[in-house]
């Protein structure tokens, strides 16, 4: 373990990045009963599905954010993820990911009984929707929904984890590879590659993203 990474794991995640922890817990408070109508409508847990996206939330920039949508969205629609993929979003989603989990879902029973298609077509339109989706926050806890959804379906042994290793499995999936077993998961989940710089330098700290996540999960908390 590097030496950031040691420092970085001597105290509770949340009093080390205190100032951004703060402001992402009352973000995500100002949102929790809308997100979770949504995360509910797809059975589920909101607790789950803040914590896995809790790291995002801490590095979200929204002029970066307008920024990205802005210079890449038409190269997207042109030419597909080879031209452009890029992160959207409080939960910063890539167009990657959510064409990842539209072909997982459509080819999943749970499509039908939840009746959500999505259009996996190469082309513009089939593009240009998904770009207006990942654009929308309500869509992004679709996606985020339907993720953990497809994750236990695949691996039904994370869903009986206890609550910490649950956490780190789904937050690692979300972070490195939808697709990725257990077995990587659980190596990766230890790595520390995840860091709050908009551009990285010599000083920037790393973190595990799923230990972040597990903290939010011990931490949760929100305001009625």
């Given at each position: 373990?590097?030496?950031?990474?040691?420092?970085?794991?001597?105290?509770?995640?949340?009093?080390?990045?205190?100032?951004?922890?703060?402001?992402?817990?009352?973000m995500?408070?100002?949102c929790?009963?809308?997100?979770?109508?949504?995360?509910?409508?797809?059975?589920?847990?909101?607790?789950?599905?803040?914590?896995?996206?809790?790291?995002?939330?801490?590095?979200?920039?929204?002029?970066?954010?307008?920024?990205?949508?802005?210079?890449?969205r038409?190269?997207?629609v042109?030419?597909?993820?080879?031209?452009?993929?890029?992160?959207?979003?409080?939960?910063?989603?890539?167009?990657?990911?959510?064409?990842?989990?539209?072909?997982?879902?459509?080819?999943?029973?749970?499509?039908?009984?939840?009746?959500?298609?999505?259009?996996?077509?190469?082309?513009?339109?089939a593009?240009?929707?998904?770009?207006?989706?990942?654009?929308?926050?309500?869509?992004?806890?679709?996606?985020?929904a339907?993720?953990?959804?497809?994750?236990?379906?695949?691996?039904?042994?994370?869903?009986?984890m206890?609550?910490?290793?649950?956490?780190?499995?789904?937050?690692?999936?979300?972070?490195?590879?939808?697709?990725?077993p257990?077995?990587?998961?659980?190596?990766?989940?230890?790595?520390?590659?995840?860091?709050?710089?908009?551009?990285?330098?010599?000083?920037?700290?790393?973190?595990?993203?799923?230990?972040?996540?597990?903290?939010?999960?011990?931490?949760?908390?929100?305001?009625?």
């Amino acid at each position: 373990m590097s030496g950031m990474a040691a420092a970085a794991s001597a105290q509770s995640y949340r009093h080390q990045l205190e100032e951004e922890w703060k402001k992402a817990e009352d973000m995500v408070s100002s949102c929790h009963e809308a997100w979770e109508e949504i995360f509910s409508s797809l059975d589920a847990d909101s607790r789950v599905c803040e914590a896995i996206v809790f790291p995002e939330i801490l590095r979200w920039s929204k002029l970066k954010d307008i920024f990205e949508q802005a210079a890449l969205r038409d190269r997207y629609v042109r030419e597909g993820t080879a031209g452009a993929d890029f992160s959207i979003g409080y939960f910063q989603m890539k167009p990657s990911f959510a064409e990842k989990v539209e072909k997982a879902w459509m080819k999943s029973p749970l499509r039908h009984e939840y009746g959500l298609f999505f259009d996996l077509q190469d082309t513009d339109e089939a593009r240009r929707q998904r770009i207006a989706r990942l654009s929308d926050e309500k869509w992004q806890c679709v996606y985020l929904a339907v993720f953990v959804r497809l994750i236990h379906e695949r691996e039904p042994s994370i869903a009986e984890m206890p609550e910490d290793e649950q956490i780190s499995m789904l937050a690692t999936a979300y972070n490195r590879d939808f697709h990725a077993p257990v077995d990587s998961l659980r190596r990766w989940a230890r790595v520390p590659t995840f860091h709050l710089d908009i551009l990285p330098s010599k000083s920037t700290q790393y973190y595990p993203y799923a230990a972040i996540a597990a903290e939010r999960i011990r931490t949760y908390k929100f305001k009625h």
